[in-house]
């Protein structure tokens, strides 16, 4: 969607018929350049430290002046880091728990935005409504409460906490009920219409003409919700106080907290590189996706 | 006869029990998120309301409080008041900055330049780093002795006055934490989804506006002033509210960075309650602190929409109602 960037936009002033426009339309055109490049710099520039500060040697970690590259890049200290106790550990976890909860919560959306698009039955505006203004409930509200549910189930340290609830929409499944509906809604009843005289039953159209109609859709939801759940802190960081089974993100905390006398930013760096890897990686693969997903509740929202 | 009026109303019938089974499917369907809404979400909001009128701590009685916690908060707490204008202060220094930065940068990507798509990559690299990990990256950046930050400063100031300026040490500070937080959630925003829902909300401007404004004989401020601003006011709304909404819940970065030090100087109140119910273990009054925050951001949303009416302005509608 917003590829059109490329080819929409202000449209070039016409060449030819004003020549004189030609020298300050390009160095206007040099000075948008220079400031976009300026921006991305210092956007990048955390990056850059990130990656420069996790190839130091030990002794380079704490200089002053600081070093600003590494004299050799030590690559081993990646090495290091994803050998560091239960950090294969936490890697592993993580993923366990990503693909888990972003697999309930598609299934669990996905069936819901196909009622709201396709059916008509008694109760639809209310429950609606309701799902939407499930989006404007700050997570604390239910926090506590789903501690105590949790507690009293027996559930704390173990992963239910952090898979059960996603299978049922989790906490903020209104906004992927949302998405999946607007897209549902585009394709074309007809088709639905002609399988239904053929004879097919709901679910049938819904797994074998909807689904493979909308994986647009459903790479949108895994990408963003399979990002949410390798970010996820706070419900990890409350659930679970075995560091056995923590995710990254919550793992990492504890790889700072332990004493040291050695400085270990360096360490910590590789650690916080690694973690961003996935994530970078999944977006570069489902860019487009991702970028529609995030318009399709901006414009219609 | 006989034959069309038997499938008259066997259609009648067929087409009733078509409904009926129409409904049953779309419950059916319905199911998992309807147990979800109930279990994981409204069932839980009910009870924390209720347990902000008792004393809790894990294991332990509930014992009835009535108002006591309610009035707590605003009157014996005496890390109430500090951490909600502090959370208030956080929002303002956040939110102008990231709405009108990613207005910024996706006005940038607007113009057609060679390579947008790189540069829309690029601006959004920042937005993809986990909170965690962009937490540590930005301690170590902003660390006072040994980060990029402080040595481009000197080096900078020592260039071109040839004296070179010791900054601070950011996260120790008392002054400069909240800051620095504020720059970490910045850095993330500029090119984040804001910026893609506004690049999107600038896309649908049509450029015969614009043509019509340059013969005119419109500057480039006037055309952004009243052609630009008012047709992407429903845009910048939607994305204040958001981020209005998000600053309000902040919690991660003074957690993780700072732990609401130094003196309490970033004690949010999203870390107030989450210290109140999981560390000192007073769940009630946690309860009674995340409903205040529910009320706040509900009243403060309601009047973003009151307020809203004035200067966003939505095509293709009437402006009253």
Known sequence: MADRAVTAGHAAPSTGSRPSIRPTYLLGRFGLH????????????????????????????????????????????????????????????????????????????????????????????????????????????????NFLLFWKLGWLNTYLPLIVPFYFGGFVGGFYIFLFRQFFLTIPHDLDEAARIDGASFPRIFWSIILPLSLPAFATAAIIEGIRRWNDFLLPLIILNKPELYPLSVGLRYFVLTPDTQPKDHYLMAAAVLMTLPVVILFFLGQRYFVRGVVMSGIKG | MVATAATGSRAIAAK?????????????????????????????????????????????????????????????????????????????????????????????????????????????????????????????????????????????TYYLTGKGVVGPNYFGDTFWALPSLMMISLWGAVGGNMMLIFLAGLQGIPQELYEAASIDGASSWTRFRHVTLPLISPTMFFNTVLACIAALQSFEAAFIGTGGGPAYSTWLYGLHIYRTSFDYQEMGYGATLAWILFIVLSIFTYVQFRASRSWVFYAGEGRDG
Do not use: C
């Open chain 1, 34 to 145: 220079t400031v976009a490049i300026l921006i991305g710099i210092i956007l990048m520039l955390p990056f850059y430290w990130a990656l420069a500060s996790s190839l130091k040697q030990v002794q380079e970690v704490r200089q002053i002046p600081p070093v600003l590259w590494p004299k050799v890049p030590q690559w081993e200290n990646y090495v290091v880091v994803w050998n560091v106790r239960l950090f294969t550990n936490w890697v592993t976890n993580t993923f366990f728990l990503t693909i888990v909860g972003t697999t309930g919560i598609i299934f669990s959306t996905s069936l819901a935005g196909y009622a709201f698009a396709r059916f008509r039955f008694p109760g639809k505006p209310l429950l609606f409504t309701i799902t939407m203004a499930t989006l404007m409930l700050p997570g604390y509200v239910l926090l506590i409460p």
């Open chain 2, 16 to 156: 009733g029990s078509l409904r009926r089974e129409e409904t049953l499917w779309a419950y059916v369907f319905l199911t998992p998120w309807i147990i979800g809404l109930v279990v994981f979400i409204l069932g839980p909001m009910l009870f924390s309301l209720v347990l902000s009128f008792y004393n809790y701590t894990l294991g332990g009685d509930y014992t009835f409080a009535g108002l006591d916690n309610w009035i707590k908060a605003f009157t014996k707490d005496e890390f109430f008041w500090p951490s909600v204008w502090r959370t208030f202060l956080y929002m303002l220094g956040v939110v102008p900055l990231s709405v009108f930065g990613a207005l910024g940068t996706a006005m940038l990507l607007n113009q057609g330049l060679r390579g947008t798509t790189f540069y829309r990559t690029l601006f959004f690299m920042p937005h993809l780093v986990p909170t965690v990990a962009a937490i540590f990256i930005w301690l170590w950046l902003l660390n006072g002795q040994f980060g990029l930050i402080n040595e481009l400063l000197f080096q900078g």
